[in-house]
């Protein structure tokens, strides 16, 4: 056979063999990365199940929705169950007119007994986080927060509080808290603008460690 055919027929081998060799290699390595997300994904949900197999509760008070809607966003960032606590006698504007010293709202901030009624009835026995939301009044909590805490046993519980307020920060009504029930596993909360958006939220939850 002829010397240039010869090593045309082993250039073609070469070509070939070569070409076979580099998409096994590139398939290898394909799956190996398909099977590395795969063991991610799964690293991931274990360890979500490890920090968040907890159960959590959204319980807020919230007069004029400011709070509410910090309170949706958390449950939307943590899946948890989103409940309301509803004044027996709800809020009327004139209620909360804070320049008016005779206004329910200020009467109640100045009367360490005051107590409102909750009219709905709210089961906290099955989580072990609660977020509890509330509007800063006078610096504090609003008195049927302590109604709250006086009629649901969160002994043993983490508690996270969260605000919102026109600029007062959420540290008066923490101490408040901290001091009320001391067998709660109090989480420093954050105070949130009533522009507060989706997105400082969310950041706020995830950095969260309970
Ligand atoms: C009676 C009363 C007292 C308030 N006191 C304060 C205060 O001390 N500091 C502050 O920054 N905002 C204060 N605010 C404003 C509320 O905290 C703010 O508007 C809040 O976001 C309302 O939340 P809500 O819509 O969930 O009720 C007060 C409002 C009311 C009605």
């Not at 073609?12 to 060799?21: C, D, E, R, S």
């Not at 290898?28 to 590395?36: D, F, G, H, Y």
């Not at 005779?102 to 100045?110: D, F």
């Not at 609660?130 to 043993?156: A, C, E, M, Q, R």
């Amino acid at each position: 056979m002829n010397k240039k055919i010869i090593i045309l027929i082993i250039a073609i081998v070469i070509i070939v063999v070569a070409g076979i060799g580099s998409w096994v290699i590139s398939s290898n390595n394909r799956t190996e990365s398909i099977n590395n997300s795969n063991t991610n994904t799964n690293t991931n949900e274990n360890n979500n199940e490890t920090t968040n197999g907890k159960k959590i509760g959204i319980i807020y008070f919230s007069a004029t929705g400011t709070t509410k809607k910090v309170a949706g966003y958390i449950k939307d960032a943590t899946g948890g169950d989103l409940i309301e606590i509803v004044p027996k006698d709800e809020y009327t504007d004139s209620d909360l007119n804070y320049g008016n010293d005779n206004s329910r709202a200020n009467k109640e901030q100045n009367d360490l007994n005051a107590r409102p009624e909750i009219k709905n009835n709210i089961n906290t026995d099955s989580y072990d986080v609660i977020y509890l939301g509330y509007p800063i009044w006078w610096g504090d909590v609003p008195k049927i927060i302590l109604t709250f805490l006086d009629s649901h046993n969160l002994n043993g519980k983490i508690v996270i509080p969260f605000c919102t307020s026109g600029s007062t920060s959420i540290s008066g009504s923490l101490s408040t808290l901290k001091n009320y029930n001391k067998n709660v596993t109090w989480i420093d909360g954050k105070r949130f603008a009533s522009g507060a958006s989706q997105n400082e939220v969310i950041n706020w939850v995830n950095k969260l460690d309970y």
